[in-house]
């Protein structure tokens, strides 16, 4: 599986427990540190470590385990990396504090049908 069916893997997760304004920006030409980032909110915490699960599950069952999560317990900011792709699962407060989209701009957007 290559980064972007990958990519639609975590999309259908992420959308399949309603996350909130999903996006990813495609960072290959920028860093080496993956191809894509995922960016997605959840309204409370319980739902942002429901999307977190759902990825997780979705794509271990696909055979894509993460290789590292970082914040379930706080469920304020999840990463989780896939190697190729990071996931970011944030409360809507704190997507709004981090505004990873500013800070990673040079990167390109990308639409769903576009992968």
């Keep these: 599986m290559n ?3 990958l990519t639609k893997l975590v999309l259908n997760a992420l959308e399949d427990k309603k996350a909130e304004d999903i996006k990813i920006i495609d960072i ?3 860093s080496v540190i993956a ?4 960016i997605a909110s959840g309204n409370n915490r319980n739902q942002v ?4 699960d759902n990825v997780e599950e979705t794509c271990g069952k696909a055979g894509y385990p993460v290789k590292q999560v970082e914040g379930y317990d706080s469920a ?5 990396d896939f190697s190729d792709i990071i996931v970011h699962i ?3 407060e704190d997507r709004l504090f981090y505004d990873l989209e500013r800070i990673w701009r040079d990167g390109k957007i990308v639409e769903k049908d576009q992968l």
Excluded at 76 to 80: E, G, T, V
């Design 76 to 80: 304020n900011w999840i990463l989780m």
């Design 49 to 52: 470590q429901a999307l977190a």
């Design 90 to 92: 944030f409360s809507k």
């Design 28 to 30: 290959s030409n920028v």
């Design 35 to 38: 191809d894509y980032f995922i």
């Design 3 to 5: 980064a972007n069916e």
